[in-house]
């Protein structure tokens, strides 16, 4: 309990003279947030600095951890409550180099029972809150938004990590609002209100050896979204996609191409697509579906999908 409130704090401390600080690159300067005041018994509310917190700017961050601006690490039973606060990434002046080495927002790495809610998060360079070997963690009222053209800022990434939940949450980003990737598994997603971005994504897979099980996405609205529910897997890789259900999904595909399942030569299996009505936005044109060695079944679905193979 300790280290969680201390955790907490180094983030509400930090950020005064985060700018100034960071700058100098001592990565081994320590802000002992007891020494500022803090009690951290696990009781006593320590949090007094309300507000916002920015990032330094691009110019500022000459050295010290390149990966990202908050890393948590290797704590359990973490709860964070942003309290409506903000984080702000301050990305703007990375977007333009996009092959530069970029930092995420929020690393959560190794902890276990997490739970974050109330937080506002807007332009991290990269991805905003990325998950990583976690198992059990709740995100809820959490607001991300960066604008729909800033390249690679993911609103979550979520990797090798198991019975992950994230829900009531808006999520406006130029890349995918929540992306699964490799060795995750129980990841339940529900209440969310993505776009602009490219969808909730899973993936890609492939590019080693990865597994991903058990993902529920229920409830989420897509609005100027590139893609909604996409499985990416890298091509020519054999990657067994199967058991992938598509249920009660209604609304417009802009260029009318409203159904890819395009799974290579290993095939995929067990595609149920049920009570699915997507139109095109084309005046006068009907939407389509499009399948490449895709085995499954479509009921009360519009585009029919008659390519499903048995
Ligand atoms: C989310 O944050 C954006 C940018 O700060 C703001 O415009 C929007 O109103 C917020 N949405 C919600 C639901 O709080
Ligand atoms: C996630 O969804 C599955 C399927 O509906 C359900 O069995 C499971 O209890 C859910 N997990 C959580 C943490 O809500
Ligand atoms: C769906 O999510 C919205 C928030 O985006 C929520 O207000 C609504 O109650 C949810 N509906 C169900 C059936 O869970
Ligand atoms: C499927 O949709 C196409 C295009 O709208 C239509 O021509 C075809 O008759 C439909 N097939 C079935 C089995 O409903």
């Given at each position: 309990?300790?280290?969680?409130?201390?955790?907490?704090?180094?983030?509400?401390?930090?950020?005064?003279?985060?700018?100034h600080?960071?700058?100098?690159?001592?990565?081994?300067?320590?802000?002992?947030v007891?020494d500022?005041?803090?009690?951290?018994d696990?009781k006593?509310d320590?949090?007094q600095?309300?507000g916002v917190?920015?990032?330094?700017?691009?110019?500022?961050?000459v050295?010290?951890?390149?990966?990202?601006?908050?890393?948590?690490?290797?704590?359990?039973?973490?709860?964070?409550?942003?309290s409506?606060?903000?984080?702000?990434?301050?990305?703007?002046?990375?977007?333009?180099?996009?092959?530069?080495?970029?930092?995420?927002?929020?690393?959560i790495?190794?902890?276990?029972?997490?739970?974050?809610?109330?937080?506002?998060?807007?332009?991290?360079?990269?991805?905003?809150?990325?998950?990583?070997?976690?198992?059990?963690a709740?995100?809820?009222?959490?607001?991300?938004?960066?604008?729909?053209d800033?390249?690679?800022?993911?609103?979550?990434?979520?990797?090798?990590?198991?019975?992950?939940?994230?829900?009531?949450?808006?999520i406006?980003?130029?890349?995918?609002?929540?992306?699964i990737s490799?060795?995750?598994?129980?990841?339940?997603?529900?209440g969310?209100?993505?776009?602009?971005g490219?969808?909730?994504?899973?993936g890609?897979l492939?590019?080693k050896?990865d597994?991903?099980q058990?993902?529920?996405?229920?409830?989420?609205?897509?609005?100027?979204t590139?893609?909604?529910?996409?499985?990416?897997?890298?091509p020519?890789q054999?990657v067994?996609v199967?058991?992938v259900?598509?249920?009660?999904?209604?609304?417009?595909?802009?260029?009318?191409?409203?159904?890819?399942?395009?799974c290579?030569?290993?095939?995929?299996?067990?595609?149920?697509?049920?009570?699915?009505?997507?139109?095109?936005?084309?005046?006068?044109?009907?939407?389509?579906?499009?399948?490449?060695?895709?085995?499954?079944?479509?009921?009360?679905?519009?585009?029919?999908?008659?390519?499903?193979?048995?």
């Amino acid at each position: 309990m300790q280290s969680l409130i201390t955790c907490v704090l180094i983030i509400a401390f930090i950020s005064p003279c985060l700018c100034h600080r960071w700058n100098v690159g001592t990565q081994n300067t320590i802000y002992n947030v007891i020494d500022f005041g803090a009690v951290g018994d696990g009781k006593t509310d320590d949090t007094q600095l309300q507000g916002v917190i920015v990032a330094p700017t691009k110019d500022a961050w000459v050295e010290g951890n390149l990966n990202t601006l908050i890393m948590i690490s290797n704590v359990n039973g973490l709860t964070i409550d942003g309290s409506g606060g903000l984080i702000d990434g301050y990305g703007s002046a990375w977007w333009a180099c996009k092959s530069c080495p970029r930092p995420s927002v929020l690393i959560i790495n190794s902890c276990n029972s997490v739970s974050v809610t109330n937080l506002n998060m807007i332009n991290s360079p990269k991805s905003h809150i990325h998950v990583n070997g976690c198992e059990g963690a709740t995100f809820s009222h959490i607001n991300i938004s960066a604008p729909g053209d800033s390249p690679n800022t993911d609103g979550f990434d979520i990797s090798t990590s198991k019975n992950i939940m994230i829900e009531d949450s808006t999520i406006a980003t130029g890349d995918d609002c929540i992306a699964i990737s490799g060795g995750s598994s129980y990841i339940n997603v529900t209440g969310i209100a993505c776009g602009p971005g490219h969808g909730i994504s899973i993936g890609s897979l492939g590019k080693k050896f990865d597994t991903v099980q058990e993902v529920y996405v229920r409830n989420c609205s897509f609005i100027r979204t590139t893609n909604g529910a996409r499985i990416k897997t890298f091509p020519n890789q054999a990657v067994e996609v199967s058991d992938v259900t598509y249920r009660g999904i209604h609304g417009t595909s802009l260029d009318g191409r409203a159904i890819t399942l395009d799974c290579g030569e290993s095939g995929c299996y067990g595609i149920v697509l049920d009570q699915i009505n997507i139109v095109s936005c084309l005046t006068g044109k009907s939407a389509s579906c499009f399948c490449n060695n895709a085995h499954g079944t479509a009921t009360a679905t519009n585009p029919n999908c008659t390519c499903l193979l048995p």
